[in-house]
């Protein structure tokens, strides 16, 4: 079994290397220091309060074995194990007496004052400083490596900030901006201390991809986390930042990475695998015309939506509401789209909004796949968004 701990990233991994016929599992983590903290089992106290008080929908996905043990006894045996440097969750707790430390969602609390009050009386909130994330990811690493020798183990790095990815890049784990400096330093020391770890790097295998593609940036990563200023109702002022962390066309690339080292034991990349120059230089923004806007909001497809609506704000002259509305049958569900409409709707509070709110929400419901919890926050933003559309 080739297992992919990590965040999403690893999911759109796990996906592709699955595609190209291999036994992949995804698991997901929430910090380098549940595993770190370990006893090397789920403590028989909390396992006995998420069994008891059903807590297993409060964890995002982050089961207990996926933070204490990663790969449980009872799993597979692991041919491979690919990780990133995957983003921490908050919050996270430690246990006072016994050291370790797990996340949990504090909504568990409600209606449960027996959770409550062992939260309380046995643990204590903490917050990982930023700063020191990669030492923490080097412990994570090595407690890994202890526990299963004789397994190679691949780290996938981040892509970097570059210029050419603006505006103003974003990566959802905290301080990367300043820690991707630091970063290659930490990649030796793991590398020459830890038996058989090797890293593929990002950075190397889109900018392969970026050369061979006339595409922009908005194409290979087309979300934006948006900031708005209001005074007194209105928007004053607006923030925008590229998520570089989703980026659609990298998986599948990746993944041939993957196999050729489950053939050649070590990471091969190709000749045109290069950090392209044109990176360092200004991101310079490209306006779409409607009748592009119109095809891929009605393309049914996550990042082509959400790179027509990206578009929107290149524009705020216009008021692109009614494409939305004329569409929303065709919005596929995506949080980070969700909340590029959502501002949009902010700065232009137009009624039509309320009609995409409709449609769209008839599309939701039906969305199973991440969980009652993601379904039901989903849900409320659509509504949200109605509400403010009307009003």
Not at 43 to 70: G, H, I, K, M
Not at 73 to 78: H, I, R, W
């Amino acid at each position: 079994m080739l297992y992919f701990p990590g965040n999403c990233q690893m999911d759109f991994l796990s996906r592709s290397v699955m595609d190209l016929g291999h036994e992949a599992e995804h698991r997901v983590l929430a910090s380098p220091l549940t595993y770190a903290s370990s006893p090397g089992r789920v403590p028989p106290e909390l396992a006995r309060l998420f069994r008891n008080l059903s807590l297993d929908d409060y964890v995002s996905d982050r089961t207990l074995a996926n933070q204490f043990q990663v790969i449980a006894p009872g799993d597979p045996e692991p041919e491979l194990i690919v990780l990133n440097l995957f983003h921490e969750t908050a919050p996270l707790f430690m246990h006072r007496r016994d050291g370790y430390i797990f996340f949990l969602d504090p909504a568990a609390w409600a209606g449960r004052p027996e959770l409550e009050a062992w939260m309380r009386q046995e643990c204590g909130l903490i917050r990982p400083n930023p700063a020191t994330y990669l030492k923490r990811y080097g412990k994570f690493l090595a407690a890994l490596r202890a526990n299963h020798p004789g397994v190679p183990i691949i780290v996938v790095s981040r892509l970097s900030h570059f210029p050419a990815f603006g505006p103003r890049p974003h990566s959802y784990l905290r301080g990367w901006d300043s820690l991707r400096r630091e970063a290659p330093a930490h990649f030796r020391v793991w590398q020459r201390e830890l038996d058989d770890v090797h890293l593929l790097d990002m950075d190397r295998v889109f900018g392969a991809i970026w050369t061979e593609s006339d595409a922009p940036i908005e194409t290979h990563c087309p979300f934006l986390k948006i900031e708005l200023t209001e005074t007194d109702g209105t928007v004053t002022e607006l923030a925008a930042s590229r998520d570089v962390e989703h980026i659609g066309s990298l998986w599948p690339r990746l993944a041939a990475r993957i196999e050729g080292f489950l053939e050649a034991g070590r990471i091969e990349y190709d000749a045109a695998e290069t950090v392209p120059r044109e990176w360092n230089r200004p991101w310079h923004p490209r306006p779409m015309d409607e009748e592009t806007m119109l095809a891929k909001l009605a393309s049914r497809g996550n990042y082509p939506c959400a790179e027509a609506v990206g578009a929107f704000f290149l524009d705020l002259k216009t008021d692109y509401t009614e494409l939305l509305a004329r569409t929303g049958h065709l919005t596929p569900v995506c949080h980070n789209t969700l909340h590029m409409i959502k501002n949009y709707g902010r700065i232009f509070r137009n009624p039509a909004l309320a009609l995409w709110a409709d449609a769209h929400e008839k599309t939701a419901r039906r969305f199973t796949a991440n969980g009652p919890l993601y379904r039901a926050d989903y849900l409320k933003r659509i509504g949200e968004i109605r509400a403010f559309a009307l009003s």
